[in-house]
C-alpha cells in the first residue's frame, strides 16, 4: 500500500503487527504496534522530517530530540518514576519504541466521572462520595512528585499526558462504573519537552502548567486540583518550597494575564 511519506523500516518489521496510527500531533505521529513479540504491544513515536526546515538542520534536532525523550525514561523507568519503559529506538531515524500503556488518559478518567454531575459548581451533596476522584487526584501528585524527585522536569503535564492504566484483574473487581473510570495507576507518558532540573523554580512551573491545564480542561473539578498539590506536598523532602515557589510562579502568571 502506497503511504504519503515513506514509514520508518521499523514498521514493517515482519514480526510486527501492521502499525495502527493512534495519534498525529505537531511534532510527530504515534502507532501501536508489537515489539518482537505479537503479545507485546507498543507505542511507537515517528517524527518525520519536516519539509519547510534545513534538512540537516531538521535531521539534527530530531536525533536530539528523541535521544532525549529515551534518555529521560529510561532514567524516570530505573528510578521507579511511573513511566513507559523503552524498548529500541533509531534516533536518526527519528523513532522511539516504548511499552503500550493500557487504559485510558487521565483527562478521559475525569471526565467520565464528572459526566453525571450537576452542571453547576455547587459544593457537592452531602451525600456524594467523592473519595475515588479525590484519590486520583492524590495518585496524580505522588506520580509527579516521584517525576520531580529524580530531577526531572516533564515541560507539558496535561491531563491528556498521563495514562491510567487499569490494575491486575480480580485485585480490585469494580462494579461502579463512574468508580472504574477513575481507578488505576497513574502513569506519565510524552517526554518530548522534558529536561533534568532540580529547581523549584522550575518544578514549580511543571506544576503551575498542571495547574493551569487542569482549570482550563476540567473547570468543573478545579477545587479538586488542591489534594493534587496536597500529596505532591508528601511526596519528596524539597516538595513544600516548590509549593512556595508556585505562590510566585501564580502572581507572575497573573500580572502577566492583567498586562494582556
Ligand atoms: N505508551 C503509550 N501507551 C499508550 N498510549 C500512548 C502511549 N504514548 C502515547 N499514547 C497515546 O498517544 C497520544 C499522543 O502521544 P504523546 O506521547 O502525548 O505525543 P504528542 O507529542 O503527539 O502529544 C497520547 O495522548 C496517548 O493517548
Ligand atoms: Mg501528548
Same mark, same amino acid.
Given at each position: 500500500?502506497?503511504?504519503?511519506f515513506?514509514?520508518?523500516?521499523?514498521?514493517t518489521?515482519p514480526a510486527?503487527?501492521?502499525?495502527?496510527l493512534?495519534?498525529?500531533?505537531?511534532?510527530?505521529?504515534?502507532?501501536?504496534?508489537t515489539?518482537?513479540?505479537a503479545?507485546?504491544?507498543c507505542?511507537?513515536?515517528y517524527?518525520?522530517?519536516?519539509?519547510?526546515?534545513?534538512?540537516?538542520?531538521?535531521a539534527?534536532?530530531?536525533?536530539?530530540?528523541?535521544?532525549?525523550?529515551?534518555?529521560?525514561? $529510561? #532514567?524516570?523507568?530505573?528510578?521507579? &518514576?511511573?513511566?513507559?519503559?523503552?524498548?529500541?529506538?533509531?534516533?536518526? *531515524?527519528?523513532? =522511539?519504541?516504548?511499552?503500550?500503556?493500557?487504559?485510558?488518559?487521565?483527562?478521559?478518567?475525569?471526565?467520565?466521572w464528572?459526566?453525571?454531575r450537576?452542571?453547576d459548581?455547587?459544593?457537592?451533596?452531602?451525600?456524594?462520595?467523592?473519595?475515588?476522584?479525590?484519590?486520583l487526584?492524590?495518585?496524580?501528585?505522588q506520580?509527579?512528585g516521584?517525576?520531580?524527585?529524580t530531577?526531572?522536569?516533564?515541560?507539558d503535564?496535561?491531563?491528556?499526558?498521563?495514562?491510567l492504566?487499569?490494575?491486575?484483574?480480580?485485585?480490585?473487581p469494580?462494579?461502579?462504573?463512574?468508580?472504574?473510570?477513575?481507578?488505576?495507576?497513574?502513569?506519565?507518558?510524552?517526554?518530548?519537552?522534558?529536561?533534568?532540573?532540580?529547581?523549584?523554580? $522550575? #518544578?514549580?512551573?511543571?506544576?503551575? &502548567?498542571l495547574?493551569?491545564?487542569?482549570?482550563?480542561?476540567?473547570?468543573? *473539578?478545579?477545587? =479538586?486540583?488542591?489534594?493534587?498539590?496536597?500529596?505532591?506536598?508528601?511526596?519528596f523532602?524539597?516538595a513544600?518550597?516548590?509549593?512556595?515557589?508556585?505562590?510566585?510562579?501564580?502572581?507572575?502568571?497573573?500580572?502577566?494575564s492583567m498586562?494582556?
Amino acid at each position: 500500500m502506497a503511504t504519503e511519506f515513506p514509514l520508518p523500516r521499523v514498521l514493517t518489521y515482519p514480526a510486527s503487527a501492521p502499525p495502527s496510527l493512534i495519534a498525529q500531533g505537531a511534532e510527530g505521529r504515534l502507532y501501536k504496534t508489537t515489539h518482537l513479540h505479537a503479545d507485546r504491544p507498543c507505542a511507537l513515536k515517528y517524527r518525520p522530517p519536516k519539509p519547510y526546515r534545513h534538512p540537516i538542520l531538521d535531521a539534527r534536532l530530531t536525533k536530539a530530540r528523541i535521544a532525549a525523550e529515551a534518555k529521560v525514561l $529510561d #532514567r524516570c523507568y530505573r528510578e521507579g &518514576v511511573p513511566v513507559p519503559v523503552v524498548y529500541a529506538l533509531d534516533a536518526a *531515524a527519528g523513532w =522511539l519504541m516504548i511499552e503500550w500503556i493500557e487504559g485510558i488518559p487521565v483527562r478521559q478518567g475525569i471526565n467520565e466521572w464528572l459526566g453525571e454531575r450537576p452542571e453547576d459548581d455547587a459544593p457537592p451533596a452531602e451525600d456524594l462520595d467523592e473519595t475515588p476522584i479525590v484519590d486520583l487526584m492524590k495518585r496524580i501528585g505522588q506520580a509527579v512528585g516521584s517525576l520531580h524527585r529524580t530531577g526531572v522536569i516533564h515541560g507539558d503535564l496535561t491531563t491528556s499526558n498521563m495514562m491510567l492504566r487499569p490494575r491486575p484483574q480480580g485485585s480490585e473487581p469494580e462494579a461502579d462504573a463512574k468508580k472504574k473510570a477513575v481507578a488505576g495507576d497513574v502513569i506519565l507518558i510524552d517526554f518530548g519537552l522534558a529536561t533534568q532540573s532540580s529547581s523549584d523554580e $522550575d #518544578r514549580a512551573v511543571d506544576l503551575y &502548567v498542571l495547574e493551569r491545564a487542569f482549570a482550563s480542561t476540567h473547570p468543573r *473539578a478545579e477545587r =479538586l486540583f488542591s489534594h493534587v498539590l496536597e500529596a505532591y506536598k508528601h511526596s519528596f523532602k524539597k516538595a513544600h518550597s516548590v509549593l512556595i515557589k508556585l505562590e510566585d510562579v501564580r502572581m507572575r502568571g497573573r500580572k502577566r494575564s492583567m498586562l494582556g
